[in-house]
């Protein structure tokens, strides 16, 4: 078959220019919107397709961040141009598959949370397509591209379809939009097609009232999702964080001084454990866990505490309650774990923490063991403060503790890099030996 009879058979309405310009692409990785409506999801699933009838057997995974997206969004779709009247592959539904006559495939796939890296480690594909990658974190972008290999001499590439906003914002915006590369990264192998609803007559012509809808939006949504402004949602709050960078395999602790930073309500505890030594910080275990009373969560902790390790909380946990009289730093305390009281203003505390994740010649003076899962997912997909950009956002609720926990400890004990305030902290936190300030 022909490239000609694949756009022909592919293909049932003209490509834009800035669509064209996508299809023809040989960027080692090529990221395509920008804005809203720019036919981005049809470019991205078409260009598969005619990659998968004009290259036999070449393997293609398409990836979405949730299972029913990825179905919704394109097998349908998929399905309708190459198994209809004019049958070019057969879809097996067991494997999430369509098998292409000339020995191609595309495989379809969701990535809902670092949880599911497994089942992308150690696969080999020619071409990884990820449809609106902002939705992603970093970690999950890493390990699709490691993904992007084989012994064969087709050109292996990744094409990407992203808007402003998400857990991905900072990333994507890093590589594609600020261009800003890191030992490793080659600036030639990314390119970035910028398309907005402008761009997209057919979409205009089946919904005339789309742009109104756009231009009725709050200022930031609307500059971001109608003009595609990088700048206008700060999206993921910890852009400095790295998967690389900031997580290490689980490493034995002692020497040092240890710290727990613990978020506590009924709806959760949030508890990570620190070690500091020699000027950097390890959290090397956390709890997580929800629907614990006081006492519970007090046990918890207590059979993780190392000797002498200070444990650090904010002021609301002294706040007594109508019915007992007592607060819920008193029970903590009568089961035997004491509290060290801290008073937290979050923005110094965001900077604070974003001190010790400062990336300085490939490390940081903080890393976190990747059994914490629950503190690396959140540290990644907590977002900006839509009203306020040196705070973080309070919802969704469950990946806040975590995150809020690190923050005390960051608060209590400032990176040695920004000064002596952090000096005379420390000593005055060595000198409570765990108990009260």
């Not at 999801?41 to 398409?62: D, F, H, Q």
């Not at 993904?147 to 994507?172: A, E, Q, T």
Request: glycine letters at 8%; one cysteine or more; proline letters at 3%.
């Amino acid at each position: 078959m022909s490239l000609r009879d694949s756009i022909k058979l592919s293909l049932d309405i003209k490509p834009s220019e800035k669509q064209r310009e996508f299809f023809i692409s040989d960027a080692k990785y090529t990221a395509y919107g920008g804005a809203r409506g720019g036919g981005k999801s049809w470019a991205l699933r078409n260009k598969l397709i005619l990659m998968c009838l004009y290259y036999p057997g070449i393997s293609v995974l398409l990836v979405r961040r949730s299972y029913h997206e990825v179905m919704e969004n394109h097998k349908r779709e998929i399905q309708n141009t190459v198994c209809g009247e004019i049958a070019v592959a057969k879809y097996r539904a067991t494997e999430r598959r369509f098998d292409f006559i000339n020995g191609s495939s595309i495989k379809l796939g969701y990535f809902r949370s670092e949880d599911d890296i497994g089942q992308y480690q150690g696969q080999q594909y020619d071409i990884v397509a990820i449809d609106e990658a902002t939705q992603i974190s970093e970690q999950m972008f890493k390990t699709l591209a490691a993904s992007v290999r084989g012994v064969n001499d087709f050109p292996k590439r990744m094409y990407l379809s992203c808007n402003p906003g998400g857990i991905g914002h900072g990333w994507v915006k890093r590589l594609f939009i600020s261009r800003e590369y890191r030992k490793g990264e080659n600036p030639d192998d990314y390119k970035f097609i910028f398309a907005s609803v402008y761009d997209n007559d057919a979409l205009l012509k089946s919904d005339p009232d789309y742009i109104g809808r756009l231009e009725n939006l709050p200022e930031d949504i609307k500059n971001a999702w109608l003009f595609g402004n990088w700048d206008a949602l700060s999206g993921q709050f910890f852009e400095e964080f790295d998967y690389g960078i900031h997580t290490c395999p689980e490493r034995s602790v002692g020497g040092g001084e240890f710290y727990c930073a613990v978020d506590y309500g009924l709806d959760m505890l949030a508890a990570e454990f620190i070690e500091v030594k020699d000027g950097k910080a390890y959290v090397y275990d956390e709890i997580y866990e929800s629907s614990l009373i006081a006492s519970e969560a007090a046990e918890k902790i207590r059979q993780k505490l190392p000797e002498g390790a200070i444990v650090i909380a904010p002021s609301d946990l002294w706040s007594r309650q109508k019915d007992s009289g007592l607060s819920i730093a008193d029970i903590f305390a009568r089961e035997g774990v004491f509290f060290t009281k801290l008073t937290p203003r979050r923005e110094d505390g965001w900077l604070a923490l974003k001190e010790w994740l400062k990336v300085s010649k490939g490390e940081s003076k903080l890393t976190i063991s990747r059994k914490c899962k629950n503190l690396i997912r959140s540290m990644s997909q907590l977002m900006h403060d839509t009203k306020n950009p040196c705070d973080a956002a309070t919802v969704p609720h469950e990946i806040t503790h975590a995150p809020d926990a690190l923050r005390y400890f960051a608060s209590y004990l400032p990176c040695e890099d920004q000064g002596s305030t952090g000096g005379r902290l420390f000593e005055k936190i060595k000198n409570t030996k765990g108990r009260f300030i």
